[in-house]
């Protein structure tokens, strides 16, 4: 009987020193309340912490960086066109006693965040062109050759994508200040259009390198037909001079064989019948062929040589 009580005395002991002592790690913050209600200041520091068992609980909040992950939504913008925006976020805890008060955990701040960081995107796209939203700058175009097509559809912008995620992390910030918690930063993880203006956008760049292409390609066809027509030109230089250089050195031989035959004729009877009869073949060399018929009369030059040769 003493052995029982003993026995559960102890547990009981071990019971109420397991629930008397609690650990705060590192990256944790702690609210400790009392019948629901929150008891002291919250406590940041880790360690071995003490509460009263049964009576007191512990919510424990996250200290580290939180992330929220948007909804991708078509949302219109100014102009109405209506595109997809797919966002993110981090967030913290900054006053867990606060956040505990209001929205009592995490999940509860994930949904209020939805309401508060959704509500505010739509918001700023709704106030802003197209324009503003997909672009950052004013920067003009790298390739130099297409600046002079895109400087006209270029229109300046006084505000970019870069400062429209300020506005909705300023008035999201507004929102969450009494909330207990902080939001660190907002970024557009994606951007696109929607389905509705999709394929008129493909169309639309379709056309515009097509437009660009045949430009790139007349102006190669022109840079073509200036080079072909400069070789004829030259290439008929080139052969003039190369007929006239010849015309002149036939010339000149024609010159000098004639007047070498000339002097062959004015020296003897007999240079005088050879060279005759060397013009003779010449001239019949160059007016038959093997398959040509020749009749010749008697008193012909020719026919005098073959029968003097005979002789």
């Known amino acids: 009987m003493i052995r029982g009580l003993v026995i559960g005395a102890m547990v009981l002991v071990l019971l109420v020193l397991s629930g008397a002592f609690y650990i705060v790690n590192e990256w944790e913050q702690v609210i400790v309340t009392q019948f629901g209600k929150p008891v002291g200041d919250p406590?940041?520091?880790?360690g071995l912490k003490v509460k009263v068992p049964f009576i007191q609980k512990l919510h424990r909040f996250d200290k580290r960086f939180l992330e929220w992950e948007g909804k991708v939504a078509e949302l219109p913008t100014k102009d109405k066109v209506f595109i997809l925006v797919d966002t993110y976020a981090r967030w913290q805890i900054s006053d867990p006693l606060q956040f505990f008060r209001r929205l009592r955990n995490e999940l509860g701040a994930?949904?209020?965040?939805?309401?508060?960081?959704?509500g505010e995107t739509r918001n700023a796209i709704a106030k802003h062109n197209l324009l503003e939203v997909i672009r950052s700058t004013n920067r003009t175009p790298v390739q130099e050759e297409l600046t002079t097509e895109l400087m006209d559809e270029l229109v300046p912008i006084d505000m970019g994508r870069p400062e429209i995620r300020e506005q909705i992390l300023a008035a999201a910030q507004a929102r969450t200040a009494d909330l207990g918690l902080e939001v660190l930063d907002i970024q557009f993880k994606r951007i696109n259009y929607g389905e509705q203006v999709l394929n008129d956008v493909y169309n639309r760049m379709i056309s515009e390198r097509v437009r660009i292409s045949d430009r790139f390609?007349?102006?190669?066809?022109g840079e073509r037909a200036d080079?072909?027509?400069?070789?004829?030109r030259e290439l008929q230089r080139i052969q003039s001079e190369a007929y006239r250089e010849a015309e002149e050195i036939r010339g000149r031989a024609d010159a000098e064989a004639a007047d070498i035959y000339a002097r062959a004729y004015d020296q003897s009877p007999d240079s005088r019948r050879?060279?005759?009869f060397t013009k003779s073949m010449a001239t019949l060399k160059q007016t038959i062929d093997d398959g040509t018929w020749l009749l010749l009369t008697t008193d012909g030059d020719f026919f005098r040589y073959l029968e003097s040769s005979d002789q």
Do not use: A, C, K
Not at 43 to 46: G, M, N
């Open 43 to 46: 406590i940041r520091t880790p």
């Open 227 to 232: 080079i072909l027509g400069q070789m004829e």
């Open 274 to 276: 050879f060279y005759e």
């Open 110 to 118: 994930q949904s209020r965040l939805d309401d508060i960081l959704d």
């Open 217 to 221: 390609r007349s102006e190669g066809q």
